[in-house]
């Protein structure tokens, strides 16, 4: 399938080459929601957020029970949060922790929005649920498993900012 290809194109880092594809994949299988979802972390990826929200909620319309929705959670949370929208990015990062809460992503995403909205205790309490789930990992493995993602590189600034932020007003006698 394409939309295969293009994920493998942007593990690669090529999200040039990508766009058209994930655009072609949409076009030829519109009720794939995978092909909905490579086609909007492309577009996040160029900081086109408004049109990626409209990808997934298009993909989470024609696949209603689809398992892969609650990664979908995930990819519009990053759309809202590159569009400024931290109240709703929070709500649906906390949405997909509440689905999946073992998935490292959302475990590291909430902490994030937390502390972007100055809620710093709370998102110290999101950072221990979410070391819970990586015991023995410190921070530079956070931040280098954020760094692997499709997230702009200016997203990337200031979530990985925002997580060391949260880190490190962490209290001594909790591990930080």
């Known amino acids: ?16 080459e ?11 299988n519109p009720s794939l929601i995978d092909a909905r979802q490579v086609l909007a972390l492309c577009l996040i990826h160029f900081e086109r957020n408004e049109e990626a929200l409209v990808q997934l909620a298009e993909g989470d319309r024609l696949s209603p029970r689809a398992f ?20 709703e990015a929070l709500d649906v990062v906390s949405e997909f922790v509440r689905l999946d809460p073992s998935f490292r992503m959302a475990l590291m995403t909430r902490p994030v929005f937390l502390q972007a909205l100055g809620r710093t205790v709370e998102a110290q309490d999101a950072i221990r649920k ?47």
Request: negative net charge; contains cysteine; proline residues 4%.
């Open 1 to 16: 399938m394409l939309f295969q290809v293009v994920n493998t194109f942007c593990n690669a880092g090529r999200f040039a």
């Open 68 to 87: 892969q929705q609650v990664f979908s959670l995930g990819h519009r949370s990053w759309a809202l949060y590159g569009l400024g929208r931290l109240d």
């Open 18 to 28: 990508s766009l058209p594809l994930a655009e072609r994949a949409v076009d030829i």
């Open 130 to 176: 979410a070391r819970k789930a990586a015991p023995g990992e410190d921070l530079g493995y956070w931040i280098s498993f954020a760094g692997g993602t499709y997230m702009p590189k200016t997203m990337f600034a200031s979530f990985s900012q925002h997580f060391i932020d949260a880190w490190n007003a962490m209290p001594e006698e909790t591990g930080a």
